[in-house]
């Protein structure tokens, strides 16, 4: 091989300076990249629990199989930090999410929140949308970054109604908010969040496969199963006990009409000598991530909830089974029904009794004898969906407003509620004991049949609220657009966002007045408004991935959750 061969295989040298200018030309296209296309924050708190976890504690139940998150309980008295290993004075006392079992621990260690991914480029090249989860600088201290769910965009009225987001477009000539009864205006559309979204937000209410290993056994825990058959013919129904019958199997055994209600009156969990509260099998939007310490609790209000998703592995012995999931709730039945090669989703007002059905949709739809079939019913944002084997096969809404609404579930008009406010003050619509709690039960007819899996599911409720006493000019008002009163405008550049934990979350309901540096700015872009809001100068971007989930902290290893690693919806 010559000389010049073998020069021109070797590497050119690199002097000092080309190396130098290398290392500056990596860190310019980092510091660029991170500026404006991607950047990794890491969430501080729970209020977007438990779809994004800030700092937590995680249990586990051997005999539920049930494994869940719980907010901190300890924090530092100097800096009001959640302390890393919790339970070391005192026990944390917590309850299985499924079975109400108290669970005592001690010397608990604290998991990080959630790292997770912020698209920073997105909303230069479109627009914000409904129901994303945004990261934006606190208005009240641009120095922290917060991240919520995105619920109103610009030119809208904002109304949280029984829990859902109700929208209206307007243009600068209409009066502002506060001109008599908003919500009785016309334009009023609930916002609806699609499939995609509703699939990350479902909250778990109950889970029959997570049934108790001793149910039905000598040594069983006081556990009762809350789904309750009845049925002109008795002992119709088996439930699993784990021994006669699979975990999580659920048996009727005629074929006359059967049915299976879920018993909203049943004891759930009392931990009344640690100072907690007592809960029935009511659906609410309480979290078991808000499981804190008895104080904390009693602060807390529970709503009941009416959008819920009833899902079920549902195996005939014959194809004649007729399968029905009767939903009563905000004055109205509510029915999904399979029956005769056909899916049938249809309402009616409770009264008068013998009133005829509206069909909201229909469609082609079989349950096979002697098979499982996945069975879905939706009823969320005033619509109804049915999925049978995981595709939709009928699909329907129901439209009513803020008004309306209000009647529904409440039995009594805005207008008699309204001037009751005015008499006692306050937010007369954040009192829990209100609303009309939801009723539901599983029928079944024509063919003995088995039920795997039967799982409750309820969706996001953004609750109303008042302003506590003490936060400057708003205590003991009602917060920011869960009122009439204090229905809220959005102008041009200005967003409206939530928390998934609503009831744990400080956001556009309860916020005080922002920053003076960010109320001036906002003020010379011609806003009128500043309570309430997130200007576009806030907005950094769209959260899109949990690249690292929670870890312990203080861990010589990070270790992270990777099976939560995934796409935020």
């Not at 998991?111 to 600088?137: A, H, M, N």
């Not at 909830?305 to 709730?329: F, H, M, T, W």
């Not at 953004?462 to 006493?469: E, F, G, L, S």
């Not at 939530?498 to 872009?525: K, V, Y």
Request: contains cysteine; glycine residues 8%.
């Amino acid at each position: 091989m010559s000389t010049a061969s073998t020069e021109l295989a070797q590497p050119p040298k690199e002097s000092v300076k080309e190396t130098l200018i290398s290392i500056l030309i990596a860190f310019v296209l980092a510091f660029v990249f991170r500026s404006f296309v991607v950047e990794a924050f890491i969430i501080p708190t729970g209020s977007m629990a438990p779809t994004l976890l800030g700092e937590h504690m995680r249990f586990a139940n051997g005999e539920t199989g049930a494994n869940w998150t719980v907010g901190p309980w300890n924090y530092d008295g100097r800096t009001r930090t959640p302390l890393s290993v919790q339970g070391v004075t005192d026990p944390v006392v917590v309850h299985d999410p499924i079975s109400g079992e108290a669970i005592s621990r001690t010397v608990v260690p604290l998991r990080s929140g959630d790292r997770i991914l912020v698209e920073k480029f997105l909303y230069g090249v479109r627009e914000p949308q409904r129901f994303d989860v945004v990261v934006f600088k606190n208005p009240s201290d641009p120095t922290q970054n917060y991240i919520k769910r995105l619920i109103g965009l610009p030119s809208e009225e904002i109304a949280l109604v029984d829990g859902d987001v109700f929208t209206r477009k307007v243009d600068k000539a209409e009066p502002a908010p506060g001109d008599g009864n908003r919500w009785m205006t016309a334009g009023w559309q609930i916002a609806r969040k699609d499939s995609r979204v509703m699939k990350s937000v479902w909250q778990e209410v109950f889970d029959a496969a997570k049934t108790p290993l001793s149910f039905g056994q000598p040594a069983a825990t006081s556990f009762k199963f809350p789904w309750v058959g009845a049925s002109a013919t008795p002992n119709v129904w088996s439930v699993s006990d784990g021994v006669s019958l699979p975990r999580g199997q659920i048996v009727c055994k005629t074929d006359k009409r059967a049915a299976l209600s879920w018993n909203n009156q049943q004891s759930f969990f009392s931990s009344l000598s640690q100072g907690g509260r007592e809960f029935d099998r009511t659906v609410s939007d309480r979290y078991a991530y808000n499981d804190l310490s008895p104080r904390a609790v009693a602060q807390m209000n529970i709503f009941p909830v009416s959008d819920v998703r009833v899902s079920a592995g549902v195996k005939p012995e014959l194809a004649s089974l007729a399968y029905r999931v009767v939903l009563q709730a905000r004055g109205h039945i509510f029915i999904a029904e399979v029956a005769g090669g056909k899916a049938t989703l249809k309402m009616r007002p409770i009264e008068p009794v013998d009133g005829p059905f509206t069909t909201l949709a229909t469609g082609d739809a079989t349950l096979p004898a002697g098979r499982v079939t996945a069975v879905e019913f939706w009823h969320n944002d005033q619509s109804l969906r049915l999925l049978i084997g995981g595709r939709e096969v009928a699909a329907g809404t129901y439209d009513w407003t803020p008004e309306q609404r209000i009647a529904f579930s409440t039995g009594r008009t805005l207008t008699e509620l309204m001037d009751k406010q005015r008499i006692v003050g306050g937010n007369i619509l954040a009192d829990p004991t209100l609303y009309r709690p939801a009723q539901l039960r599983i029928e079944l007819e024509g063919s003995p049949a088995s039920l795997f899996g039967l799982k409750l599911d309820r969706d996001l409720h953004y609750q109303p609220a008042i302003y506590p006493m003490g936060s400057g000019d708003f205590g003991g008002q009602p917060a920011v657009a869960t009122n009439p009163d204090t229905t809220i405008r959005l102008e041009h550049d200005q967003f409206f966002v939530c928390g998934d934990n609503s009831p744990q979350s400080m956001d556009s309901r309860l916020w005080n007045r922002p920053d003076p540096w960010i109320e001036d700015l906002m003020l010379s872009r011609g806003m009128k408004n500043t309570i309430g809001v997130v200007s576009r100068d806030l907005m950094l971007g769209r959260a899109f991935h949990v690249y690292f989930p929670s870890m312990l902290q203080g861990g010589i290893v990070p270790v992270p959750d990777v099976g939560r690693m995934r796409f935020i919806q």
